[in-house]
C-alpha cells in the first residue's frame, strides 16, 4: 500500500508514475504548520508537538488512512528531500503511539 501524505502532489511524478494507491492529504500538517516548520531541524520537537495537536483535533481524516492502511504493508509517500525530519516520519510516529 502506497499512501501520499502531503497535502501538494509532488511536482514532476504524474498520477501513473507515482504508483499511489491513495492520497489523503487531510493528514498532512495545515500550510501554516508546514510553512512554519520549513524543515529546520531545531523546529522538529515543536513541530511534531504542533503537528500531533493537529491530528488529534481530525480524527476522522486519521481514521481514514487507518482503514486505507487495513492489515497491508504501508509506505507513506512524501515530497520532501528531508528523508528524516518530515511529515511521514511524524504521522509513522503518532500511529505507534496512538
Not at 523546529?43 to 481524516?61: G, I, M, P, S, V
Amino acid at each position: 500500500m502506497r499512501i501520499l501524505v502531503d497535502r501538494l502532489w509532488p511536482r514532476g511524478i504524474s498520477k501513473d508514475k507515482g504508483q499511489i494507491d491513495h492520497w489523503i492529504k487531510d493528514v498532512a500538517p495545515s500550510n501554516e504548520l508546514r510553512k512554519w516548520y520549513g524543515h529546520e531541524p531545531s523546529k522538529w520537537t515543536e513541530f511534531r508537538k504542533r503537528y500531533f495537536a493537529e491530528l488529534d483535533a481530525n480524527r476522522d481524516a486519521v481514521d481514514v488512512l487507518r482503514a486505507a492502511m487495513g492489515k497491508k504493508r504501508t509506505t507513506f509517500l512524501f515530497s520532501s528531500r528531508e528523508c528524516e525530519l518530515n511529515n511521514a516520519v511524524a504521522l509513522r510516529d503518532y500511529l505507534k503511539k496512538a
